[in-house]
């Protein structure tokens, strides 16, 4: 069992920057990759990164490509986004989750956390 708490979202003008940290409870935290995903009004849930359990393998979305960077830190058991260069269209609810593997489909996932509000405006 993993429990996830994400922080760090907020309000930020285009172009500004913000970084979420994903708290997860529990020993297992080093053996589960970890992902971000987003979820904007009237959208299905999207990929956004992902991290492998140790040697720090990433997969990102195309559209966050050179502008994310997702890290994790197994002692502190805390995965983190990193987003610079925001934009409008970066504005959802942001999710991390772990999974059993490098994935990038939600249905892969096996825990959640709450999610956290990032709005970008213009």
């Known amino acids: 069992q993993v429990q996830l708490v994400e922080s760090g979202g907020g309000l930020v003008q285009a172009g500004g920057s913000l970084k979420l940290s994903c708290a997860a409870s529990?020993?297992?935290?080093?053996?589960?990759?970890m992902g971000w995903f987003r979820q904007a009004p009237g959208k299905e849930r999207e990929f956004v990164a992902t991290i492998s359990r140790a040697t720090g393998t990433t997969v990102y979305a195309d559209s966050v490509k050179g502008r994310f960077t997702i890290s994790r830190d197994n002692a502190k058991n805390t995965v983190y986004l990193q987003m610079n260069s925001l934009k409008p269209e970066d504005t959802a609810v942001y999710f991390c989750?772990?999974?059993?593997?490098?994935?990038?489909?939600?249905?892969?996932?096996?825990?959640w956390g709450q999610g956290t509000q990032v709005t970008v405006s213009s």
């Open positions: 989750a772990a999974s059993q593997g490098l994935r990038t489909l939600p249905q892969s996932y096996d825990y």
């Open positions: 529990g020993r297992t935290f080093s053996r589960v990759v």
